[in-house]
């Protein structure tokens, strides 16, 4: 891609916001919004091979932390299996310890993959699901193309250096008639997140490297091929969602320059299809 714009490849930024000194730039023709300067690969993988980076995180379901992950969990899968019949081949890309994908149903083929190879042991070890060594450009080699019949990322795109060039792969390793669901990432159009700037509570330098809105995942949806059937915004009906306290925390956040309460719109789940 010629520019500077991991989607669309133009060139025409704008400053966004700022954080901890970082500059945050938003393309002016897709809307991807990223952390400048970028982290390289190598120091992306170090960190998610960090043993730490995972525990804390309780991605194994532990603890008060891991109580809410499961709660979320539930939430989705239940979303996810009321829009998408359950059947066939799920990969979970970005499976962490496995825990999402052990939650469901049992009609699914289950397949795992992960940065963390620290997290894929564990997953592995859970024994619930096939763990892949590889990411989604070198499956090829082990899987045949148009393969999978969902395609997860929880989480997970947010992470990646290059999410047009992940999306066109994910395109050519679904089925006809396949789903991509980019589930629970953070929505920089949304309008809190436009209110706060720099203080939105999912601007994380170095490890949210490249952020969305609902035109950037239509750009994407439209590059790769794929139709963009439903998209949701979890946050009414979740444990992290308290409206009261969220909604009168949002001047008060504002004026005080603290970081931005959960709240609806934050986050955004896209169900994209392709074509059968």
């Known amino acids: 891609m010629s520019g500077f714009c991991r989607v669309c490849g133009s060139n025409l930024i704008s400053h966004w916001g700022e954080q901890g000194g970082q500059r945050i730039v938003q393309c002016d023709r897709c809307e991807l919004t990223a952390c400048l300067p970028y982290p390289t690969q190598a120091q992306l993988t170090a960190m998610y091979n960090d043993p730490a980076w995972h525990s804390d995180r309780h991605y194994d379901g532990s603890g008060e932390d891991g109580w809410l992950r499961r709660a979320m969990y539930e939430l989705d899968i239940a979303d996810l299996e009321r829009t998408i019949k359950p059947g066939g081949p799920f990969l979970d890309y970005g499976c962490a310890e496995g825990l999402f994908a052990s939650m ?16 894929l042991d564990c997953a592995y070890d859970r024994g619930e699901m096939t763990v892949f060594p590889v990411g989604l450009g070198e499956m090829e080699e082990i899987i045949p193309r148009d393969f999978f ?3 997860h990322l929880r ?19 679904l089925q006809p008639g396949g789903w991509l669901v980019v589930s629970n ?3 920089v159009g949304s309008r809190i997140a436009r209110m706060f700037r720099g203080k939105y509570r999912w601007i994380l330098p ?20 794929l139709d963009i059937v439903r998209t949701t915004y979890p946050y009414f009906g979740t444990p992290y969602a308290h409206v009261l306290r969220d909604l009168a ?19 955004f789940t896209i169900y994209m299809r392709k074509g059968r």
Do not use: C, Q
């Open 149 to 151: 019949r969902v395609i």
């Open 185 to 187: 990432t953070p929505n």
């Open 104 to 119: 469901l149903s049992v009609a699914w083929s289950k397949y795992g993959y992960d940065i963390s190879a620290v997290a």
């Open 206 to 225: 170095g490890e949210h490297v490249n952020m969305f809105t609902l035109r950037t995942m239509r750009v994407m949806a439209a590059e790769a091929g």
């Open 249 to 267: 925390a949002i001047p008060i956040n504002l004026v005080l320059r603290r970081s931005s309460p959960p709240w609806w719109g934050d986050i």
């Open 155 to 173: 989480g997970t795109l947010e992470h990646m250096l290059s999410p047009m060039e992940f999306v066109k792969l994910a395109h050519d390793h």
